[in-house]
């Protein structure tokens, strides 16, 4: 558990669902967790479900804490930053999980002596499986990317990245389980179409999706390595594979993947 506290300023889903981790994998205690929101109602809400103090203002939120999570629209950062910037002092770290704020437009509403970390925090938040990437500044020290690590696990894993693969990492990890679902979907319908009901369909599916998972992480194979193994001569799992080769399955993948990149380019 850190001996230290945490502001967040902002208290909207995201920031509860990480309050929620933080609490639940005991990285804080939740009297050294401090919440200020705009609104009086989110941040009694959040005061009552999770016993972390409300703060009754910015400033009173920000001068107590070692930890500054900046959880509001990203239009409204620079007000922030205005009302925080001289109750923070040059030990404190900020972390910004404000979509397409990079480190460089933190430097310069928050001053580049500042310690800031920009987060895309995991989108499977309640089920803690999934990454949160983290990009850093010079400021911050080995020390501060444990107290980092440590936060972020608590919602699942976590990967350090380098600021210029934050785009492909919103496209292929944060919109990664929507591709998945529509698999898993698309399964469970085969499921329903081959005489199974639809509970038994998903309990199948999910099997299979998770024995999969598990499968390639505890032996490091390609998944190819794998399905070579699974297949004989003439065989039914064979006959299966062809046609999604022949759909052109593999591709149509990358596709989505290369196209939803391709969006988040365009909207930073």
Do not use: W
Request: hydrophobic share 45%; aromatic share 6%.
């Amino acid at each position: 558990m850190l001996n230290s506290k945490i502001a967040f300023i902002g208290g909207g889903n995201m920031a509860e669902g990480i309050i929620r981790g933080i609490i639940s994998n005991e990285v804080f205690q939740p009297e050294n967790i401090i919440v200020f929101d705009i609104l009086s109602e989110r941040k009694k809400y959040l005061n009552t479900t999770y016993g972390i103090v409300e703060a009754e203002d910015i400033s009173s939120a920000v001068k107590s804490s070692d930890i500054v999570l900046v959880a509001v629209r990203p239009q409204d950062i620079e007000k922030v930053a205005q009302d925080i910037r001289n109750d923070l002092n040059e030990n404190t770290i900020i972390i910004s999980i404000c979509a397409g704020i990079k480190i460089e437009k933190l430097e310069a509403i928050f001053g580049e002596k500042h310690k800031l970390v920009r987060v895309m925090p995991n989108t499977m938040i309640d089920v803690q499986h999934g990454f949160s990437a983290a990009s850093i500044n010079e400021k911050v020290s080995l020390s501060d990317k444990e107290i980092i690590q440590e936060i972020l696990t608590s919602l699942g894993q976590t990967m350090f990245i380098d600021e210029s693969l934050f785009n492909s990492f919103t496209a292929f990890s944060c919109a990664g389980p929507a591709y998945v679902m529509y698999f898993i979907a698309a399964l469970v319908d085969a499921g329903v179409q081959s005489g199974f009901s639809r509970k038994d369909s998903i309990a199948i599916t999910l099997e299979n999706i998770m024995a999969s998972a598990l499968t390639i992480e505890k032996t490091g194979k390609h998944p190819y390595q794998i399905t070579d193994t699974m297949t004989s001569p003439a065989g039914i799992t064979i006959d299966g594979l062809h046609v999604l080769s022949e759909s052109g399955f593999h591709g149509i993948v990358m596709s989505s993947v290369k196209q939803a990149l391709k969006r988040t380019n365009e909207l930073e």
